[in-house]
């Protein structure tokens, strides 16, 4: 496939389209305005990729660029005898009404099929329309380390009117071109992915989040088993007045002790409203002095903080429920009442065991544990066929009561067992080495009575924060960093600043090494810094002194900055009632590195103590040490 990674900026006057090929490496800008007008050339270059049957490549495209290059190309020869600025003024108004449309989560005017230039888009391809995950490029290039994260200098409802300013907006599109051009890169082995699929299954998914490979892959079979089209099984859906919690709880779920035996009796009391199901429910047992807490995301619990070791007397055991909410869909015949449950349970059965079959190198191995985990959340999304949020409460329900009967047989049937961790699939218990056998036996006895299976695992140590945050390690050396412990393999849109603390406190709890060694031999500045975004009225500003004068200047709305000893207070003020919020609390400066330059590490000037305190802090946090810095740093 020939690839043009491109980037369109809309101006009231002025429209700037860059086009770079992803191999050759040569880039094309196009401007329609006032001082230059590229518009025939322009509409060459879109006919000869029409032709050419070549590919643009586009940070939210679908919803943006790709809508507006169809429009141009529908009304071209409307404006044949126009000026430059006007057509330009012609794209704007279309351009907002995309982004007003998007705004309101509309439909746009050019669905994907129907385009005549294919497209692959990034940031639909990366879920990153997910409000989870909603993530500008702005924002992914901070967190890909790129060299200049730009901001548009000129506002988009600005009349260009000079040379100057179109060179500045032509900047900031060529660098968005590139930072589009390295998401690309990153993404590659997701594009083959989806290439390979669209061409097995015949559909287009080139552009397919997680969840939409799911489904369509998922309707793909199940049309073939209802021999029904597929757009009609799409339209399947069952919807609810409400949902009556004990009509969803099996048989076999029994507890002994009073305080689950209790939860058991609370969980049937509640009725839930299948348009609120994330607040559906919520509840708690603090057992054995542990406390777990029940929800839509599962039950989840942990012993209070520290670091929690193996030894000759005791282990840390580790058991996950081996794809736990599918196979309790499967073992237990529960489906979306829409859909016939020996059909739906059979083909769930068959990406569960076509998974199995094919190593994990496979990309469909990959593709079918998408399928097998995406079901569970498809269930309660009211754009999927696959909606009935009874079947979510099902296995949500089950997953927490069941989960919670193996934790009670463990610490009821090995003597001074200790909980450590109840998290959605797993528990984490220290008990001693004698009754290894025994808590085997307990295990085999709890599959025998659901139906699942579960997988071990022995760790030499757990650091625990709490139970979303921690470290474990198990008997080979090899770490699980959960959390904000972690700083390895993070998805792109997840925040990673202050890398250095991670990094620190890993050396610290794992390898024994000082935070100061860590931070005396960390040379890598993009570890120190900080990501920060405005939303809304939210505006950030550098507020410095200059010659003794006190001066204010506003800042992008996406900034990469560190503490330094010297530098300036950044600040959120909000531009309709004037509220500020300091980025920092306290004394600490900032220095605002959003153009990334290569100096002596000394000409940084960091400021260490406030790394070494944050790292002593999340030390003093697990480890229950106050004011005693543990010779860290001497």
């Not at 994260?149 to 599109?173: A, F, K, S, W």
């Not at 939860?263 to 919520?282: A, Q, S």
Request: charged residues 25%; glycine residues 4%.
């Amino acid at each position: 496939m020939n690839h043009w990674v491109m980037d369109y900026e809309t101006l009231v006057n002025c429209f700037v389209g860059v086009f770079k090929h992803y191999k050759t490496e040569e880039t094309k800008v196009f401007a329609i305005c006032k001082q230059r007008n590229d518009f025939s050339k322009f509409l060459e270059f879109l006919k000869e990729n029409t032709e050419n049957k070549e590919w643009h490549i586009s940070y939210n495209g679908l919803a943006f660029d790709a809508q507006i290059t169809h429009y141009i190309i529908k009304h071209y020869k409307e404006w044949d005898l126009m000026e430059g600025e006007d057509i330009a003024g012609e794209i704007y108004s279309y351009a907002q009404q995309c982004i007003e449309k998007a705004h309101n989560h509309e439909f746009q005017e050019f669905p994907e099929w129907h385009m005549c230039i294919k497209q692959i888009d990034v940031f639909k391809l990366n879920h990153w329309d997910n409000m989870a995950k909603r993530s500008s490029l702005k924002w992914i290039e901070y967190t890909m380390d790129w060299d200049n994260i730009l901001d548009m200098p000129i506002h988009h409802n600005t009349e260009i009117n000079t040379q100057n300013q179109l060179d500045l907006v032509i900047e900031y599109c060529i660098n968005d071109v590139e930072a589009t051009k390295e998401v690309f890169n990153r993404c590659k082995p997701l594009i083959a992915l989806r290439k390979n699929l669209t061409e097995r299954y015949d559909i287009n998914l080139f552009s397919a989040s997680e969840p939409r490979i799911s489904k369509e892959i998922f309707a793909y079979y199940l049309s073939k088993e209802l021999d029904m089209p597929r757009h009609e099984v799409k339209k399947l859906r069952t919807f609810r007045n409400v949902i009556k919690v004990k009509d969803l709880i099996l048989d076999y779920v029994k507890f002994e002790t009073p305080e689950f035996k209790n939860l058991l009796e609370r969980f049937k009391t509640v009725e839930i409203n299948p348009n609120y199901t994330k607040g559906g429910f919520k509840s708690s047992v603090i057992y054995k002095g542990v406390k777990t807490d029940f929800g839509l995301g599962g039950a989840h619990g942990a012993t209070k903080p520290g670091v929690y070791e193996s030894d000759a007397q005791r282990v840390i055991m580790s058991s996950d429920v081996t794809s736990f909410y599918p196979n309790l869909a499967i073992v237990n015949k529960y489906a979306p009442a829409h859909i016939p449950k020996e059909k739906f349970c059979e083909l769930y059965q068959w990406f569960f065991d076509e998974r199995k079959k094919i190593p994990k190198s496979d990309p469909m191995n990959y593709v079918y544990k998408i399928i097998l985990n995406s079901t569970y959340g498809l269930s309660n999304d009211k754009n999927s066929f696959l909606y009935d949020p009874q079947f979510t409460m099902f296995i949500t329900v089950n997953g927490q009561l069941t989960l919670m009967m193996l934790y009670e047989m463990i610490m009821t049937r090995i003597p001074d067992a200790v909980a450590l961790m109840q998290n959605t699939d797993g528990v984490e218990t220290i008990i001693p080495r004698e009754y290894i056998d025994t808590y085997m036996e307990v295990c085999k006895e709890w599959e025998q009575i659901t139906g699942l299976n579960l997988e071990h695992d022995q760790y030499s140590k757990l650091v625990l924060a709490d139970v979303n945050n921690y470290i474990a390690v198990d008997t080979n050396g090899k770490a699980k960093c959960k959390g904000r412990f972690e700083f390895e393999g993070l998805a792109l849109h997840k925040n990673k600043s202050k890398l250095i603390i991670p990094k620190a406190l890993y050396a610290y709890f794992v390898d024994g090494t000082l935070p100061e060694y860590t931070i005396k031999h960390n040379r890598n500045i993009l570890d120190y810094c900080i990501g920060a975004k405005s939303k809304g009225a939210w505006r950030q500003h550098a507020i410095y002194v200059d010659k003794g004068v006190a001066k204010q200047d506003e800042l992008q709305k996406i900034n990469r900055y560190y503490i330094s000893n010297k530098g300036c207070k950044i600040v959120k003020i909000n531009k309709n009632d004037k509220r500020e919020i300091q980025l920092e609390s306290g004394q600490w400066v900032q220095t605002v590195m959003n153009k990334i330059e290569n100096k002596k590490w000394s000409d940084y000037d960091i400021n260490e103590k406030y790394y070494l305190n944050a790292i002593e802090k999340e030390i003093n946090n697990i480890i229950g040490v106050k004011n005693n810095q543990l010779l860290l740093f001497q």
